[in-house]
């Protein structure tokens, strides 16, 4: 019979065991928590003795969790997340007058829209300090699971089940070409047609990628791919400078760069849709709900901005390919 005694576990047990669980590490745990290693195994030995059960299997200096380390992992979670949730509650009787907003975007929506966002927000709400980091759609998803973001900006839908997501906008996959290109004579091409067209692409890690590759699977090509780099503004500035074109988001182009041109897909016409992610039924942060408000004013006015240019040969515009949501924050404002 299991010999627990619960009300000895404190905040820093948890805390601590979330650390070396996250790291599957404990010299990489120790570093995170600013102590030292010996302190934290004496630390999770504690624990582990108080809960009459083992929470990690040591193999020499891999780690992994055990069946009862694994029960306890969503549990822990929820605990910091629901303090950190009271601790946002509680701040917030003071309104949007000072506070943190912790917000991750996943790496390769465009530079064109997340600026402006993050700046009327700062303008309106000046006493809250905005923290966007860049990361893959994993962390973003992680993050937001573990209480370490408030608000995410990712691809929908989410692939966790405790994640919700409101759409901001739908975009399509364009070929991106140099000016002078033989292509740019044309106003869309068959993604088949780019079987021996030579390429730079993003890397193979990319959910954009992902997507790219399973539009070649559905067209049936093996493209030729010469490049591949993992940041979308050195794509650009290497189609600029090779000449090889490349496949990328409608917005990677927002910049009205005159130097490149872009050409609808067709046959299939790839899309990926972007939003607001937040924890399904958690109580959701002020800033937060303000950020998005402010991120589905920014898209309706890029829309209109972007819809009053137009010629084929003009630098690009992306008016008709990306299309914001309409009644965007309902019931979140």
Not at 23 to 30: C, V
Not at 224 to 249: A, C, M, W, Y
Not at 299 to 307: F, M, T, V, Y
Request: hydrophobic fraction near 45%; aromatic fraction near 4%.
């Amino acid at each position: 019979m299991l010999s627990m005694n619960l009300e000895l576990i404190e905040l820093r047990h948890l805390r601590y065991f979330l650390a070396v669980a996250e790291s599957s590490h404990f010299t990489r745990a120790a570093t995170q928590l600013h102590i030292t290693q010996p302190t934290l195994s004496h630390q999770i030995r504690q624990l582990e003795g108080q809960l009459d059960l083992t929470l990690f299997d040591r193999m020499g200096r891999r780690i992994r969790l055990t069946a009862a380390g694994e029960l306890l992992l969503p549990h822990a979670r929820r605990v910091f997340r629901e303090l950190q949730e009271a601790q946002s509650a509680l701040g917030e009787l003071h309104g949007l007058k000072r506070g943190q907003l912790k917000v991750g975007i996943m790496q390769t929506v465009s530079a064109c829209v997340i600026p402006e966002i993050v700046s009327r927000f700062s303008a309106a709400h000046p006493g809250v300090r905005v923290t966007c980091t860049e990361m893959p759609v994993a962390e973003v998803e992680s993050g937001l699971e573990s209480g370490k973001l408030d608000l995410g900006i990712s691809f929908l839908p989410a692939t966790r089940v405790t994640l919700e997501g409101e759409r901001l906008f739908t975009e399509n996959l364009v070929l991106v070409l140099p000016v002078g290109h033989s292509l740019t004579r044309r106003r869309s091409i068959k993604v088949s047609e780019l079987a021996k067209v030579p390429l730079v692409l993003l890397s193979a890690q990319y959910c954009t990628r992902q997507l790219i590759d399973n539009s070649f699977a559905e067209a049936g090509i093996h493209p030729d791919v010469r490049v591949e780099i993992n940041s979308i503004e050195s794509i650009l500035s290497t189609i600029r400078q090779s000449g090889l074109p490349s496949v990328l988001p409608s917005l990677a182009l927002c910049q009205r760069d005159t130097g490149l041109v872009a050409l609808q897909l067709t046959d299939p016409k790839p899309r990926r849709s972007v939003g607001l992610l937040w924890v399904r039924g958690a109580q959701r942060r002020a800033a937060a709900q303000a950020f998005a408000t402010v991120a589905e004013q920014v898209l309706a006015d890029r829309k209109l901005n972007l819809d009053k240019s137009g010629g084929r040969q003009a630098p690009i515009s992306v008016g008709s390919i990306v299309t914001p949501a309409k009644g965007l924050i309902a019931g979140v404002r």
